[in-house]
């Protein structure tokens, strides 16, 4: 099922629609840059250096709102500019300024006007968004790092590729639930 097929067929249990068609969620996207061997994280930081995937990640979540966890908001130290921030904790006390602090994945969903999210990780998160995702946007890094955090195994028989554009030591790929 495409997205525009969900919009027109509204489904019981699919979450993104009410019976009348209304949406009652954002469309979930997820971003991540993915190596060969499932690796997304090493040591609280990513295991490679694509000055080029920064500069794609920055074009295509800007403007939109981005959701992270907390452990990937240390790693950044800070609220990622032109996007609407949105951090998932555990941790009733835990503050930033300059984001919104939600409990979980589905309270941002909720909380949020946007039209669609951006889910840029990490582990935790990404698992947690991958039933509910739409659309990813990857980034197929050719390189196969030692890491301690991998990206959730997903079926791609249920993903459609809709674009792929190759480039020297990695792919921008989007892959659009069927
Ligand atoms: N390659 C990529 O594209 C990419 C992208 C992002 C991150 N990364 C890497 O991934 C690693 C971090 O990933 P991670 O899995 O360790 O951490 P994470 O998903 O960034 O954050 C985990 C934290 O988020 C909160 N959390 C997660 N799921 C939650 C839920 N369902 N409900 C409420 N809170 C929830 C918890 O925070 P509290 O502990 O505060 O409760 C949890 O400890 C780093 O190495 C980072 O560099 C890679």
């Keep these: 099922m495409t997205v525009a097929d969900d919009a ?3 489904g019981p249990d699919d979450g993104r629609t009410t019976p009348s068609g209304g ?3 954002p469309r979930v996207v997820l971003v991540a ?5 499932g690796v997304i994280g090493r040591g609280g930081d990513i295991p490679w250096r694509l000055p080029e995937d920064l500069r ?3 074009e295509v979540t800007t403007g939109h709102t981005v959701v992270m966890g907390r452990v990937t908001f240390d790693s950044i130290g800070r609220p990622l500019p032109n996007r609407t921030n949105v951090v998932v904790t555990r941790d009733p006390a835990w503050t930033a300024e300059g984001v919104t602090v939600v409990r979980s994945l589905e309270e941002a969903l909720a909380s949020t006007g946007a ?8 582990a935790q998160v990404y698992e947690a968004a991958m039933p509910l995702a739409d659309v990813q946007v990857l980034t ?3 390189q196969s790092p030692d890491g301690d955090t991998f990206y959730p195994a997903f079926d791609r028989a249920e993903w459609r590729e809709t674009r792929r554009e190759p480039h020297n030591g990695y792919d921008f790929v989007w892959l659009e639930r069927r």
């Design 8 to 10: 027109a067929t509204p």
């Design 23 to 25: 949406t009652t969620r």
């Design 33 to 37: 840059a993915v190596a060969d061997n």
């Design 56 to 58: 794609h990640f920055r």
């Design 115 to 122: 039209e669609q999210v951006m889910v840029m990780g990490g």
């Design 140 to 142: 197929e890094v050719h």
